[in-house]
């Protein structure tokens, strides 16, 4: 069965809005980071357009998070919360620390807990 799901393109854009202002970033480096205007990324904000698929992923990759977050306020996945404060973390490592994040992370998957 298959769940019918009401989307609100206006909390939408203002789910956008936040995420961008909460991340410190411009319109215009969202734009640039999905290779869309100004104008139509303030459109989408003010859900006066509704992106294409495409686009709508690519906002999500450029402003690192997920669909469900943008278009439903939540996320499908339980612990989304914890990796988006684990995300910002990361954000602050240097390339030497990452390295090592990684390799405790790949140690971290072969155990058994």
């Known amino acids: ?3 019918e799901v009401a989307i609100d393109y ?3 854009g203002q789910r956008i809005a936040a995420r961008r202002r909460s991340l410190g970033l ?3 480096q969202v734009c640039e980071a999905c290779g869309i205007n100004a104008s139509y990324l ?3 904000e003010r859900a006066v357009s509704i992106p294409s698929l495409e686009v709508f992923m690519r906002i ?3 402003l690192d998070t997920t ?3 943008l278009l439903l306020g939540t996320s499908s996945r339980g612990d989304h919360g914890l990796r988006q404060e684990l995300t910002e973390q990361l954000r602050g490592l240097n390339r ?3 390295i090592l994040l990684k390799s ?3 140690w971290l998957g072969e155990q058994e807990l």
């Open 96 to 98: 030497k620390q990452l």
């Open 104 to 106: 405790f992370v790949t």
């Open 60 to 62: 999500c990759d450029a």
């Open 67 to 69: 669909p469900d977050t």
């Open 42 to 44: 303030s459109n989408i």
């Open 26 to 28: 411009r319109q215009s």
């Open 10 to 12: 206006h909390e939408v």
């Open 1 to 3: 069965m298959v769940r």
